[in-house]
């Protein structure tokens, strides 16, 4: 397996527009977390998916963000509209309870 | 609200050195217990997993300990090689769920 996939790898966009990080988790694996990581805040859960449904996404900031998951193998996180302070890492892992979860390369944000 | 401690916050040690890093939390409910290596600009690599009825793990060089009663775990990295500086990152997983809580992790380097 390649591991968990995201794309893309760097996104640049200005203030106001709507921005979608992917993410492909490793196949038969029936967890899926959103990540976000930040020198200030270190890494911090957004919301995770269980069997394609959301399980918490108490961690997701405010309503600008949502996430979605069609399928077992693919999963969106959408910022609309994005602002400066949402520039940021954002991962995503795969996990299959109970064992560890594998990250992927992470996507880096910046919103100018 | 479970919370991830990791003392020291950046580390500084001779190649060949033998070294603890340390990881404490809050809540002793813990499902089980990951050790993470992040390279600087990359994604998350896991090292070991513990779960909550064992007291270590053992990769190669690395040795991790379990103490949940007093709510601690270390990794032990034996003669230290200029290739194992990245941060190591601790993060505990409660039974509630499958979410994980990272401590901030430790910046290691190893000078040749």
């Known amino acids: 397996d390649a591991g968990v996939i995201q794309s893309p790898r760097h996104e640049v966009t200005e203030m106001g527009q709507e921005v979608t990080l992917r993410c492909k988790p490793i196949s038969g694996h029936d967890y899926l977390f959103w990540y976000r990581q930040t020198m200030m805040r270190g890494l911090e859960l957004l919301i995770y998916f269980n069997n394609n449904v959301p399980i918490d996404d108490s961690g997701m900031p405010e309503d600008r963000f949502s996430a979605k998951m069609p399928n077992a193998s693919f999963s969106n996180l959408k910022i609309q509209p994005s602002e400066p302070r949402d520039s940021a890492v954002y991962f995503c892992?795969?996990?299959?309870?109970?064992?560890?979860?594998?990250f992927g390369p992470g996507t880096r944000l910046t919103v100018t | 609200k479970q919370e991830v401690t990791q003392i020291p916050a950046a580390l500084s040690v001779p190649e060949g050195e033998n070294l603890v890093l340390n990881c404490s939390f809050t809540?002793?409910?813990?499902?089980?217990l990951q050790w993470f290596r992040q390279d600087p600009g990359k994604g998350l690599t896991s090292l070991l997993l513990i779960q909550s009825s064992q007291r270590e793990q053992t990769s190669g060089r690395l040795n991790a300990s379990l103490d949940k009663s007093s709510g601690r775990s270390t990794l032990y990295i034996a003669a230290s090689q200029p290739g194992d500086s990245a941060t190591y990152l601790c993060a505990v997983r409660i039974n509630a769920g499958n979410m994980l809580t990272f401590g901030g992790g430790t910046r290691l380097m190893v000078k040749p």
């Open positions: 892992a795969s996990s299959l309870l109970p064992y560890e979860q594998y």
């Open positions: 809540d002793s409910a813990i499902y089980n």
